[in-house]
């Protein structure tokens, strides 16, 4: 009986924070954590031509904790009429496409559904444009707002020469780096003003339009890249990640997928390797990144939790990475040591979520695979004596993200627990039922 009372406990459990997991990785594109997090583009046509427009197009991307990384965004479009790119700086077309039909200068690209891509670092001056060349990457807006947004320059041709014969182009697709993002149809919006570099005058574009693109985890369809393991100072047992988290170890079908830290071969491996295409270090879990929270220390006022994040992938550096953590606790954060961090609902009623990122050339590199692929850091804790336990598991996260992908956590009933809790809490509800029972009985009997 006892045996079954426990089990029925862990399994309410597991009912329980399943169904709280489940409400916070819903698939649709909105995210309560980021509630009006989109990426918005807007097509500033700054002049008329004698058979097009020069336009500026710039990418903003306001989502507070999703960046763009590196190999970087790319942006597609069909266009509505036979239009032609004449030129291009600060970014290019992947295709020049079919200009057969033109007898003078080729244009740079006459596809009707072109692909515009960011240029590299060291372009030459005159191919830059403001914001350009970071080869596609878009820090989150949180973060860095200043490098969250990309800008090129285009001169179109075969186009309309006024505000009444132009027509937007259809059909908008990003890419940020994979898939995940839908966009919505331009809509002409008020002409974009700007002030002269003195800032005594005022101009405007002759038109201007936008769209929207958002997110959706669902449409991305990735494998989890992250995974979650726990520890702490009242028990010895380190959780690790649940087992083939990311992947499992096929050595059958896919020899070589991972790569043995221990093989004589390591150095020439990842020499080898092309960059940003994964090579994982063998675990059990296969994830590139591991997040360690380890329960360190308990002070009368204040408790405090390391946290560590560990890079398995050997040919990937991660800039700019951030973390969000869901703890109840987010709400009497005291300190963060050597992260940057913001809380992500800092007016809701529910203050539990925080971003942490790390500090500008200090630990903002996650290095690849190694001795230095980590970074770390602590966080300090104000207790909030009505809620605070070190029971049940109350001490470690509910939810983590890296990058914005969601981690893979250990099941609840396999967090370290207090020594003796478990069977405190057992006796207690044993008690309880037993008194149920007996009652139940009772009335029974005498009804
Ligand atoms: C996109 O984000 C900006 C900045 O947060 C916000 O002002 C705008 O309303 C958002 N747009 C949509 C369609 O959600
Ligand atoms: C086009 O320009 C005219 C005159 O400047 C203006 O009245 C009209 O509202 C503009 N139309 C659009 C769609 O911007
Ligand atoms: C835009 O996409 C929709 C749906 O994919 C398609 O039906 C439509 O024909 C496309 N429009 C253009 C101009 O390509
Ligand atoms: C794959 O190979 C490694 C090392 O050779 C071994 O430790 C592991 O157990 C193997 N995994 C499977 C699923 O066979
Ligand atoms: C990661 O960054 C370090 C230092 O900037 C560099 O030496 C290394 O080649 C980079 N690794 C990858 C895989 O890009
Ligand atoms: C939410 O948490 C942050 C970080 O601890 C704190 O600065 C802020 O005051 C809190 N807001 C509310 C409404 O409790
Ligand atoms: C944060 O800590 C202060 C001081 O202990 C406490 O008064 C307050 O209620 C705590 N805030 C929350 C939201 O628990
Ligand atoms: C530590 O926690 C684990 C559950 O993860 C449990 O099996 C173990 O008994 C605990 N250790 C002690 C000393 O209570």
Not at 352 to 358: E, N, Q, R, V, Y
């Amino acid at each position: 009986m006892g045996f079954l009372l426990s089990e029925l406990t862990s399994f309410a459990t597991v009912l329980l924070f399943g169904l709280c997991c489940f409400s916070f990785s819903s698939t649709d594109a909105y995210d309560p954590l980021d509630p009006n997090g989109n990426i918005t583009i807007k097509w500033d046509i700054i002049s008329w031509t004698p058979d097009g427009y020069v336009a500026v197009v710039t990418i903003y991307n306001y989502q507070q904790y999703r960046h763009i990384q590196a190999p970087g965004w790319s942006l597609g479009w069909t266009w509505a009429k036979k239009e032609v790119i004449w030129d291009m700086v600060g970014g290019q077309a992947t295709e020049q496409g079919d200009c057969s039909r033109f007898k003078t200068t080729p244009p740079h690209c006459c596809k009707k559904k072109p692909t515009i891509i960011d240029l590299l670092p060291g372009t030459p001056y005159n191919k830059q444009y403001s914001n350009c060349c970071k080869g596609g990457v878009l820090s989150s807006w949180m973060q860095d707002p200043a490098n969250a947004a990309a800008s090129f320059q285009l001169s179109v041709g075969q186009a309309g020469t006024s505000n009444r014969t132009v027509k937007h182009p259809k059909n908008f697709t990003l890419m940020g780096p994979g898939p995940g993002y839908t966009c919505g149809a331009a809509r002409v919006v008020k002409p974009t003003k700007y002030f002269s570099p003195d800032k005594r005058r005022v101009s405007q574009v002759m038109m201007t339009w936008k769209l929207t693109c958002t997110y959706s985890q669902f449409l991305a369809q990735k494998t989890p890249a992250c995974c979650v393991s726990l520890s702490s100072f009242y028990n010895d047992t380190v959780v690790p990640c649940p087992i083939c988290s990311c992947g499992c170890q096929n050595n059958i079908t896919h020899p070589g997928s991972c790569v043995d830290p221990k093989s004589p071969y390591l150095a020439s491996v990842v020499s080898a390797a092309e960059k940003n295409s994964p090579l994982v270090r063998c675990t059990r879990h296969m994830c590139p990144i591991r997040v360690h929270w380890h329960v360190k220390l308990n002070y009368r006022e204040y408790w405090r939790v390391k946290v560590t994040v560990t890079n398995f992938d050997y040919s990937r550096n991660y800039s700019d990475w951030n973390l969000v953590i869901q703890h109840p606790n987010f709400d009497n954060l005291t300190q963060v040591f050597s992260f940057n961090s913001k809380s992500l609902t800092p007016y809701g009623t529910i203050n539990d979520t925080a971003m942490l990122w790390g500090i500008k050339f200090y630990n903002d590199l996650l290095m690849q695979s190694g001795p230095v692929g980590n970074v770390q850091s602590e966080l300090l804790f104000r207790k909030n004596p009505a809620t605070f336990t070190f029971e049940k598991g109350w001490a470690f996260p509910r939810r983590i993200s890296f990058n914005g992908d969601t981690c893979v956590m250990p099941p609840p009933d396999a967090f370290p627990y207090l020594p003796n809790a478990g069977s405190r809490q057992y006796i207690s509800l044993l008690t309880l039922i037993m008194i149920c029972a007996s009652t139940f009985a009772f009335t029974y009997a005498y009804a």
